[in-house]
């Protein structure tokens, strides 16, 4: 496992933009893939973002075109740029980290707050 520190939320109007960034513990590399995910009240946690050992980046259907997902390896970061902001994203997000052997989401970090105002 990681420790992994977020940072970045914060309170923003629909159609601003916010930039989220994790700092992991020690190298992401060793991770199968680094991912974001989100909570909001009421809902299931989504997988927003992820981004694999190898630089292959995914999406949820309703962030494509706005938020983009990228690393630092050698400063073992993860941000998200979140753009085009909407108050559906309106969220708790969470860097996450996949198991490299079995494939868990196992670390986890405590989250930032994004709120988007209409």
């Known amino acids: 496992q990681v420790q992994l520190v977020e940072s970045g939320g914060g309170l923003v109007q629909a159609g601003g933009s916010l930039r989220l960034s994790c700092a992991a513990s020690?190298?992401?590399?060793?991770?199968?893939?680094m991912g974001w995910y989100r909570q909001a009240p009421g809902l299931q946690r989504e997988l927003v973002a992820v981004?694999?050992?190898?630089?292959?980046?995914e999406y949820t259907d309703s962030v494509k075109g706005r938020f983009t997902i990228s690393r630092d390896v050698a400063k073992n970061t993860v941000s998200l740029q979140m753009n085009s902001l909407k108050p559906e994203d309106t969220a708790v997000y969470l860097c996450?980290?996949?198991?490299?052997?079995?494939?868990?989401?196992?670390?986890w970090g405590q989250g930032t707050q994004v709120t988007v105002s209409s």
């Open positions: 996450a980290a996949e198991d490299l052997v079995n494939g868990v989401w196992d670390s």
């Open positions: 981004i694999g050992r190898w630089g292959i980046t």
């Open positions: 020690r190298s992401i590399f060793n991770f199968n893939r």
